[in-house]
């Protein structure tokens, strides 16, 4: 291992999650069911890029609904699942 690095590899050993799983997973399936890409291909994403994604199809959903229908959450209205 390289000198200077290893505190941050034994901080990062331990299990620290950067992204909250079960936010990861709601944009996952989100961007799979509407674009019918793969897990592999949706992992693959950063996080800004799945985040950016699930703005795209949200905004092109509510640009083909008609304004009578009640108007259907997107996945960046939903509440964080962070727990405390």
Do not use: T
Request: net charge positive; aromatic share 14%.
């Amino acid at each position: 291992m390289r000198k200077g690095i290893s505190g941050a590899y034994k901080f990062y050993r331990r299990g620290l999650k950067l992204y909250p799983e079960k936010e990861m997973y709601e944009e996952m399936s989100f961007i799979s069911y509407y674009f019918h890409w793969g897990s592999e291909d949706v992992l693959s994403l950063e996080h800004n890029q799945r985040r950016r994604w699930c703005k795209e199809i949200s905004s092109i959903n509510q640009s083909l609904r008609p304004s009578d229908k009640p108007k259907e959450k997107s996945i960046l209205d939903m509440k964080p699942s962070r727990s405390r």
